[in-house]
Nanobody, 115 residues
Framework: QVQLVESGGGLVQPGGSLKLTCAPSRSISKISAMGWSRQAPGKERGVVARITDDGSRNYADTVKGRFTISRDNAKNTVYLQMDNLQPEDTAVYYC?????????WGQGTQVTVSS
């Protein structure tokens, strides 16, 4: 069974940056989109960024101008560069891949923004 492995989470001060990485345990074919979602305590999970196979990007309004999603098709890897992080960005971040075989989810990585 394919697993998505995330890395790059941690504790950062307000205004700081982190870069999340997500790669599958083995290659996944026919990926149409990759993305990141997050879930804060007591809140529903929501998509923060998404990138399609043609490179089109979409962001949640709350992260536009601060987060940048990118992908490496050769490595089946997706990244999330997060700049100017704020306390309200604190959440567990999950990556996802959409393919003809279904939707794959990562196990989640904690991002905490606090002084």
């Amino acid at each position: 069974q394919v697993q998505l492995v995330e890395s790059g989470g941690g504790l950062v001060q307000p205004g700081g940056s982190l870069k999340l990485t997500c790669a599958p345990s083995r290659s996944i074919s026919k990926i149409s989109a990759m993305g990141w979602s997050r879930q804060a305590p007591g809140k529903e999970r929501g998509v923060v960024a998404r990138i399609t196979d043609d490179g089109s990007r979409n962001y949640a309004d709350t992260v536009k101008g601060r987060f940048t999603i990118s992908r490496d098709n050769a490595k089946n890897t997706v990244y999330l560069q997060m700049d100017n992080l704020q306390p309200e960005d604190t959440a567990v971040y999950y990556c996802f891949f959409v393919s003809t075989g279904g939707i794959y989810w990562g196990q989640g990585t904690q991002v905490t923004v606090s002084s």
